[in-house]
């Protein structure tokens, strides 16, 4: 690679690192290029970037934005994932790991912080976003539901107490 051609992967890196909140790091020695091509296919498809970089580009791409945190992890042959998704490129990667024992998560940057192969993990579990926003319209209606099923069952039981004290009269 020439000079231009370094700068330009600088750049592109640079701008995806602009506009992503994850970055996930995995060792991908052994991996069959098929293999590869599925795990690129999954994350293209979950908005994921993923892709295999020079750790020194990738170093100098991630100067001075908040993926920083993870240069000192950026060692060895390394396939990188980049995600605007807070989730989406640990789960692509980590269920890719989960089907393909070759690929070793190394670690990953979310919000600024480091994380270990455990914090990336962590991370894949989280439910989807929609998942999370249909828990949470669940728990805002879950007291006003509760109330108007009390509401129903005591209007049920005065209409059924009049009812019942009518039937006696009417005899």
Request: glycine share 10%; no cysteine.
């Amino acid at each position: 690679m020439n000079r231009s051609e370094k700068q330009a992967v600088i750049d592109e890196v640079s701008a995806l690192a602009a506009k992503a909140q994850t970055l996930v790091m995995a060792e991908y020695r052994g991996i069959k290029v098929a293999d590869l091509t599925q795990l690129r296919v999954k994350a293209r498809g979950a908005g994921v970037f993923v892709g295999v970089l020079k750790n020194t580009l990738a170093r100098r791409a991630v100067a001075g934005t908040g993926f920083e945190a993870g240069a000192d992890q950026m060692s060895g042959p390394l396939i990188y994932g980049f995600s605007q998704d807070a989730v989406a490129a640990a789960k692509v990667m980590a269920d890719f790991a989960k089907t393909n024992d070759k690929l070793v998560i190394r670690g990953g940057v979310f919000a600024g912080k480091a994380l270990d192969i455990n914090g990336v993990k962590q991370l894949a579990n989280i439910p989807p976003k929609e998942v999370l926003l249909a828990q949470l319209l669940g728990l805002m209606q879950s007291p006003i539901s509760r109330t108007a099923r009390v509401l129903a069952a005591l209007a049920e039981q005065r209409g059924a107490g009049s009812l019942s004290a009518a039937e006696p009269a009417a005899q």
